[in-house]
Structures are given as structure tokens and as C-alpha cells.
């Protein structure tokens, strides 16, 4: 016992010396648990280094290594990868992305498409040509029997290329996708659309845009995911069809994986831990975007910024312990994070692997992984750009953080490489490649039962696309649990993909879809559940009998994909399902959340995604101001926004709104004391031919409902707030009650001069400088008279309302005496009448003295403001609104005043 006792005494004495004595300029890593052991280098080398080079600079876990698959000359620039039925790989190129830091030529046609080949099968790529080239920076690429589908960047349109000839080279293309009124956004060559993943669902999905696709018939079907899929560069899916999804641009690792986007946006905020956002690069990495915020005191990034191509390992040949684990790239750390994914009660929930280590991480300043892969041999590919920037122009102009980065330590200059590497464990012995191009639809079901999750993928796909319905039998009976074809009883995963191929050849019926209802495994069942939506939609009752058993099921997940699957189901026996699961299921936070992420869906489907995300109370306030613009605002500022030009010129009759978001998406509180007082003088810098009428006379909620409207639709301003804002974007009335109530006493309109300095009031000699203003003339009268009705104040909602009253009491007393200008002046502007109209200069319409000239009838005239006739004044292209909210006796007032215009002429 003395002698062991010191024997570990020894051993604990010889790692104090060596952990004393690392080299000068890396320091012994004090992250956590040994497991991997780690050393951290304060001071790495830019320098290029070869493929051997960078082979040495990896930190894996013992019994893990990295082969090289490819790398330079051979491939430049990769960022996604293919293969197709018989292991060929095809790789995607971005030739002319951050070739330096200013990003030249980077619209440059000359991107490519790359195919290789291991002839010998030893892992390594021996053979390769150049498959397509001449494109736009290609984002997107799936392999489909002997084509290859291509999406570029800049559009939506997918292509399918096929060589007919054999000599590696695309020869035919075709169009398999395109949508012409696609809404091309070009600003920026990162936040686009990535993926093609053909899910376990016989659907394929991509990232940023509200879509995902069918194929069927040798063309790409889309069918609309109204909340968007969320994610930005990567996609990818389990052994059971949940999709993953990461984004940079938000700096999460993971986002949309709790249900599939088809149903709506979710994510929570417990998914993972604020530790899980930690990254430990074993370099320091200086060239982040964002700067010191971004970095540690060791100059290394504290959480991940670059997000990017997932995957989740399927494979057969690494431990089985990674299995279903959550890989993802973090390229501006040099590291690949792994995952352990924990299903909690149906919430889907990740946590690192490793305590404050990660699972491969690199010394070399050039390694930028950005896509990871289980490959049909079984192991973990990942895609190295290997590069000196990998952040897009946008982020790398003069003067940033990072532009000094990438000057200082030459990054620039690092580019035209690209590795592509292979995850193997000790002992890897090479298997024969797949040769499922060559082989009939029977064959390829025995692969459903393969345990590398890429053959069973590719294995449904191909069976799907021969569309050889000769299998279906065979199918049926794999999916209820019998042998049939395959060497032993099927196992789960076996079930789940007979059961998904039956569906995407539409071979599935009712009793195989029962008989899964009562499988043994949970994924099985929550499949057939899934499956039945198509007969949920024709309301079928013996499918929803059937379902209406599983209300109960000891899965999570199957009640939680009933109540996905029935939610939207108007049927009654569908709507009693999904009122049962939601009472028996209070205390679980994933089906109240499920819930709100499908009344959420159900409104963009409604309102279209920007309103149907806001809470219901903010956007009927929205909808509420939109109907006023355009009864009201819209006769000066235009329908849409840019204006209106004054009859007979090509003046402006308002400000245009359309492209003044900087102008509307500033102050909130500067538009609703324009709404209040009104507003005159240049706007940027323009004069217009009236001014903005005071509107303090409508309620709090009307004014709020306007300026909420405005900022909304021109101004750019999402009035959903975020937990981050202190101050929420959207108006509400009581911040109106509040500045009506401080800014009472003002008696003339605001000057954009004024909002912009805080409100300070200009003296005559500044307003004459800074703010010309074209004089409205008045309806002739003593100078005193005008002086006066220039200076009338706009009055509040119970000042106007009690002079109506008083008006409207002399008019029923019979007063004869015709009403003057400032007797109908708070009337005009109550209901916005000066904004199009002045008593004797012609504006948007027609002045009011030109209109008694026509010599209606009081009645008449009455008539015309609550029901105009455009046609009587063909020379004025905007016509006059309808305007029925105007009372009788106020709109008999206005009427008498127009009347009297006819005496002065």
C-alpha cells in the first residue's frame, strides 16, 4: 500500500513539473476537466501553413483524428458539399467571396461547382473536374438521382445540371424552381438563403426565406412556411425529422429546433444556457467583428458570433456516444462545438459536451470551418474554408475594429485555399462505397435499416424519385414490424422510414397508419400522427376516432405533435382533442408555447409577417391609423407614401413619407406633436406649398393609431418590442395624453428645425432664416381680421367640441349672418380640409373660393363633402376622399362659409 501510495505521490509531483514547464509561448489551458487536454497559444502565426501543417494543429479528443479528404489546388473556397447515390462528391465554391478586404469583384460570374472522386476508396480524393462553372457565388446544392440542383446567390431560381456524357462535366441544365417577383436582397452576400436538406418529411428545406420545397416529377413544388424557417447558413435534421437550425446574424447556435417550422416560430429561452454560449478557442482570435465587447482579456471570443453549418451525427463508424449529438462550426473561433441534445419533456434543450473545452478546436489562424456533414462512410466531414477573413464587406470597412485586424496581421492575404476533412476513430476500417444509382428500388429498401443515418436518407430519396410503386408491400410490412426483405426485424428507424417512403410515394393508407398509432416506439407514433394531417384535412372521422386514443400517450412528443396536427382543424372532434390536451397538459410549458407559436403563425397568415408577429392589441392600433392614412393623409402624402404632386406643377403637395425612414424612425414622440400642432417649413431642406394642419382635435388613441401606422409602414420600425429595448417603439395614447398635455400652451406649428433641437422655439429672425414658408393667403378682409386668423391656436378635442356646439346653436337659432374664415377655421382643420384645400390658392384641390364659383347650393355642398364628385374637377388628379365622418351641422357650416365665397367675386 506505502509503495502505491507513492507511486502516485511521484506521478502527481511529474505533472507539477511539466504543467511548470510549457513553452515560451504557449501557457497550459485552464478550462476544466483534461478530458480533451488543451493548450492555449496567446500569440498564433497568420502564416499559411500546408495541409500536413494544419493536420498538426488540431485538438481532438483522444482517439479521434482528422484525415484530409481534399484540399488545394484540387478545391478553392469550399462552403458546401454533396454526394450522390454512389458517393461521388460534388463541392460548392465561392471564388470571389472576401478575396480582400473590400470585397472586389466579389458579383464576379466565376464561382463553381466542383466534382471528385476517390477511385481507390481509401478516403482521400484522387479525381476531380470542374462540374459547373461561371456562377454567382453558389449557396445551395443537393444531389437527386443523376442531377445536381444549384441555387446561387442573388435569386431564388434553382437549377438542375446533369452530365449526360460522362466526362464530369455539367452538359444540360434546367429549371426546376423560379418565382420572377421574387424580391431580390442584394445588400448583403451572408444574409441569404442556405440548405436543400431533404428531411426525413419528404420535405426540403432552406434557411431565411418562408418556404420549403416538394419534389415531385422532376421539379421543385414550394410550399409556404409563413413564420420563415429562421436560421441563416445551415440546416439540418435528426434521426426523426427535427429540424436545427443556427444563426450567425443572431449569434445563436441553435434556433427553431423545438417544433418544425411549418406550424410556426419557436424558440425558448431556456433551449440553452448562457454558459452554453461560451466558446473556448485554444488561439486568441483578435479579427471578430464587433470588437472589444467580443473579447475576453486573453483576446479570445466569449460566445459565438459566427454560427454556421450544423449537423447532427448519424453515423456508424465514430463511438456510439456521438450519435445524436448536435455538431456546430464557429469559424471566427477556430472551433466545431459538440452538443449532447436532451428531449425534456418534448422541449428540446443542448448542452456542451465538455466543460469549457470544445470538441475540435485548431491553432491555425486560417481554419474556418463552415459545414459539417455525416458522410456515407460513416464518419464526421467538415468544410474548411480555410481562410484570413471570413466576414463579409459589410463588416470589414475602413476604420472598424476588424478592418484594423485584417490590415495588422495581413488576412488578407490568406485566400484561394480550402480543405475538406474526415472525423475518424482509431481503428476505422473502410467500407465499400454505396452504389445506389445502380441498384432497383428493392434493394435499396433493405438500406432503411442501414445504421448510418446518410444510406437510410438516401436510400427513401431515391426510392421516391424511381417512383417504383412495386415496393409498397414490402414497405407496409417493414412499417408494421415484420421482417420482410431485410435480414432481422426491422428495427425503429426502420419502421419510421417505411412509414415516410410509403408517404412520399402517396402509398400510405389508414390501416398502415393504425397500425403505427400502436407501435412500440413513441417516434414511430408520433410519425403516424404526423402522416395523418392529409386525412385530418378532408375530416376524416375514423382518423380522428383513432387519434383521439393517443390524448393520453405516455409520449411527450405524440401529444405534442396531436395537438400541432389538429390544432388548425375546425372539426369538432378535432377541436375537443385539442381542448382535452391542452387542459391535461397545463404544467408542461411546451404545449402553451406550441400554442402561442401557432396563433402567431396564424396571424402572419392573415396579416402578412411583420403584423402578424406584433401582439393583437398593438396591431389593431396599426390597422386602425392605416384606414385613417388612407381616407385622410394619403390626399397630400400619396397612397403609398411619396406624395402627391400640386395641380398643374410638379410640387409636392406634403412631404413624401416613402424613404424617410431615418426621418420617422427617430424621436417617436416628434410625430405625434406634429399630429397635435401641425408642422411648416423646409423638410429636408424643401418647401411645400401648405403646411401639415394641426389634427390636436381627434382623440389620443386616433393620434396614436396614426403615428404608429406611419412609423410602421415608412418609417421601418418593428413595434414589437425586444428584450433588450428599455423603450418600447410603439405609441401609445397616454404618451400622447402626455405631450398634448406639455405642449398645450404652443399656439403655431412645429419647425423640423425645432423637433430636431430638442423643441427649442425660433425667434422671428431664425424662423425667417431657417424656415421659409410660402404665405397661404386668406379669404379678403381687413389686415386685422388676417393677422388674427393667423394666429388663431389650434384648440383641444373639448375646446373644438364646445365651439361646434356653440356654432351649431346659432345656426339653429336662424342666425342669417354668413360665417367668416375664422368662424369655420377649427372646423377645416379638425377634418383636414386645409391640407388639401386653401380659401383662394389652388393646392392638391381646388381653392375654396374657385369652388363657389360654382354656385352649389348649400344642400349641395353639403352633399359633396360627404360624397364628393371627382368628375366635376377633371384638371385635379388626386380625387377628394369621401368624408361621411363629418357632422351635418358641422359640414352645413363649412357649407355656408363656401357660400359666401360668392359675394367677393
Not at 220 to 248: C, E, M
Not at 415 to 443: C, F
Not at 685 to 699: D, E, F, Q, R, V
Request: glycine content about 6%.
Amino acid at each position: 500500500m506505502k509503495r502505491i501510495f507513492s507511486i502516485i505521490v511521484l506521478l502527481a509531483f511529474s505533472m507539477l513539473i511539466y504543467t511548470c514547464t510549457v513553452t515560451k509561448n504557449t501557457s497550459q489551458s485552464k478550462v476544466g476537466n483534461p478530458y480533451p487536454n488543451r493548450l492555449f497559444n496567446p500569440t498564433p502565426s497568420v502564416a499559411y501553413l500546408t495541409p500536413e501543417e494544419s493536420l498538426k494543429s488540431f485538438n481532438v479528443p483522444p482517439g479521434y483524428h482528422l484525415e484530409l479528404v481534399a484540399s488545394e489546388p484540387m478545391i478553392k473556397e469550399p462552403v458546401a458539399i454533396a454526394w450522390d447515390g454512389n458517393a461521388k462528391m460534388y463541392v460548392a465554391e465561392m471564388l470571389t467571396y472576401m478575396q480582400d478586404a473590400d470585397a472586389t469583384g466579389e458579383r464576379l460570374n466565376i464561382s463553381r461547382v466542383m466534382l471528385l472522386e476517390d477511385t481507390d476508396n481509401d478516403g482521400k480524393m484522387d479525381k476531380s473536374s470542374v462540374f459547373i462553372d461561371s456562377l454567382l457565388l453558389p449557396r445551395m446544392i443537393l444531389c437527386v438521382n443523376h442531377e445536381l440542383l444549384v441555387n446561387e446567390t442573388n435569386t431564388i431560381t434553382i437549377n438542375s445540371y446533369r452530365d449526360t456524357n460522362g466526362d464530369g462535366r455539367a452538359d444540360e441544365k434546367r429549371v426546376v424552381f423560379k418565382r420572377d417577383d421574387y424580391n431580390v436582397s442584394d445588400a448583403n452576400m451572408e444574409h441569404q438563403r442556405s440548405g436543400l436538406d431533404w428531411n426525413l418529411d419528404n420535405y426540403i428545406y432552406i434557411t431565411y426565406d418562408p418556404v420549403r420545397f416538394r419534389y415531385s416529377n422532376g421539379m421543385l413544388k414550394a410550399d409556404t412556411i409563413p413564420s420563415g424557417p429562421g436560421g441563416q447558413w445551415g440546416v439540418t435534421h435528426n434521426n426523426y425529422g427535427r429540424l436545427f437550425f443556427s444563426s450567425a446574424g443572431g449569434e445563436s447556435p441553435m434556433v427553431r429546433a423545438q417544433i418544425n417550422p411549418a406550424y410556426g416560430a419557436l424558440d425558448l429561452p431556456d433551449q440553452f444556457s448562457s454558459e452554453f454560449q461560451e466558446v473556448w478557442p485554444v488561439i486568441a482570435t483578435p479579427d471578430v467583428q464587433g470588437g472589444l465587447p467580443r473579447l475576453r482579456s486573453d483576446s479570445t471570443l466569449n460566445h459565438f458570433t459566427g454560427a454556421c453549418g450544423q449537423s447532427v451525427y448519424r453515423g456508424n463508424t465514430l463511438p456510439e456516444d456521438l450519435v445524436g449529438d448536435y455538431i456546430v462550426c464557429e469559424p471566427v473561433a477556430r472551433i466545431i462545438r459538440r452538443a449532447k441534445v436532451i428531449n425534456l419533456k418534448g422541449k428540446t434543450i443542448i448542452q456542451n459536451a465538455y466543460y469549457r473545452q470544445e470538441f475540435i478546436a485548431s491553432t491555425d489562424m486560417n481554419f474556418r470551418p463552415v459545414n459539417s456533414y455525416t458522410g456515407p462512410d460513416g464518419n464526421l466531414y467538415i468544410v474548411d474554408m480555410h481562410r484570413g477573413i471570413i466576414q463579409q464587406g459589410n463588416w470589414t470597412k475602413p476604420g472598424s475594429f476588424l478592418r484594423k485586424a485584417i490590415d495588422e496581421k495581413g488576412l488578407a492575404k490568406n485566400t484561394g485555399h480550402g480543405r475538406i476533412y474526415r472525423l475518424v476513430y482509431d481503428g476505422y476500417k473502410q467500407e465499400p462505397k454505396p452504389q445506389m444509382l445502380n441498384e432497383p428500388a428493392n434493394k435499396l429498401v433493405t438500406y432503411l435499416d442501414h445504421k448510418n443515418g446518410w444510406w437510410r436518407d438516401n436510400a427513401q430519396k431515391q426510392i421516391i424519385i424511381l417512383g417504383d410503386k412495386s415496393v409498397v408491400p414490402t414497405l407496409k410490412q417493414i412499417a408494421s414490424g415484420q421482417q420482410a426483405t431485410l435480414s432481422k426485424r426491422p428495427s425503429a428507424l426502420a419502421r419510421l422510414h417505411a412509414l415516410w417512403t410509403l408517404d412520399g410515394l402517396n402509398a400510405i393508407d389508414k390501416d398502415i397508419l393504425f397500425t403505427a398509432m400502436k407501435d412500440e416506439n413513441a417516434q414511430v407514433r408520433r410519425a403516424a400522427v404526423w402522416i395523418s394531417e392529409s386525412f385530418v384535412k378532408k375530416n376524416d372521422e375514423e382518423i380522428l376516432n383513432k387519434l383521439a386514443e393517443l390524448k393520453t400517450d405516455p409520449g411527450h412528443d405524440v401529444r405534442l405533435q396531436l395537438l400541432l396536427s389538429l390544432y388548425n382543424s375546425a372539426h369538432k372532434k378535432a377541436v375537443a382533442i385539442v381542448q382535452d390536451l391542452q387542459l391535461k397538459n397545463t404544467g408542461n410549458d411546451m404545449f402553451a408555447s406550441a400554442q402561442k407559436a401557432m396563433d402567431r403563425n396564424n396571424d402572419v397568415k392573415t396579416y402578412g409577417a411583420r403584423l402578424g408577429n406584433m401582439p393583437a392589441d398593438e396591431r389593431k392600433m396599426i390597422l386602425a391609423g392605416a384606414a385613417t392614412f388612407s381616407s385622410l393623409c394619403a390626399t397630400c402624402h400619396g397612397p403609398n407614401g411619396k406624395g402627391i404632386t400640386v395641380a398643374g406643377t410638379s410640387d409636392l403637395a406634403a412631404p413624401p413619407l416613402a424613404g424617410a425612414s431615418k426621418r420617422l424612425g427617430g424621436d417617436k414622440l416628434n410625430l405625434v406633436k406634429i399630429i397635435l400642432h401641425g408642422l411648416t417649413g423646409p423638410v429636408d431642406g424643401k418647401t411645400y406649398p401648405s403646411i401639415m394642419p394641426p389634427l390636436a382635435a381627434n382623440s389620443d388613441d386616433w393620434v396614436a393609431s396614426v403615428v404608429n401606422y406611419v412609423r410602421y409602414e415608412f418609417g421601418n420600425v418593428n413595434p414589437r418590442r425586444r428584450a433588450t429595448d428599455t423603450t418600447s417603439p410603439f405609441v401609445t395614447p397616454a404618451e400622447v395624453k402626455m405631450v398634448r398635455t406639455k405642449t398645450a400652451s404652443r399656439s403655431k406649428p412645429w419647425t423640423y428645425f425645432e423637433l430636431e433641437n430638442g423643441g427649442t422655439e425660433l425667434s422671428l429672425s431664425e424662423v425667417s432664416t431657417n424656415s421659409p414658408v410660402r404665405e397661404t393667403k386668406l379669404n379678403p378682409t381687413s389686415s386685422k381680421k388676417a393677422s388674427s386668423a393667423k394666429e388663431t391656436k389650434p384648440v383641444n378635442a373639448n375646446k373644438l367640441a364646445n365651439a361646434t356646439k356653440t356654432l351649431s346653436a346659432k345656426t339653429n337659432a336662424g342666425r342669417t349672418k354668413p360665417p367668416a374664415y375664422t368662424d369655420v377655421k377649427n372646423l377645416l382643420q379638425k377634418h383636414t380640409c386645409l391640407a388639401c384645400h386653401n380659401p383662394d390658392t389652388r393646392v392638391v384641390g381646388p381653392a375654396y373660393k374657385d369652388v363657389a364659383k360654382r354656385k352649389y347650393s348649400i344642400a349641395q355642398l353639403v352633399q359633396l363633402i360627404h360624397s364628393p364628385k371627382p368628375e366635376h374637377w377633371p384638371d385635379y388628379p388626386t380625387p377628394m376622399p369621401p368624408m361621411p365622418q363629418v357632422p351635418d351641422n358641422e359640414a352645413r357650416r363649412i357649407a355656408e362659409w363656401i357660400k359666401s365665397l360668392e359675394k367677393g367675386k
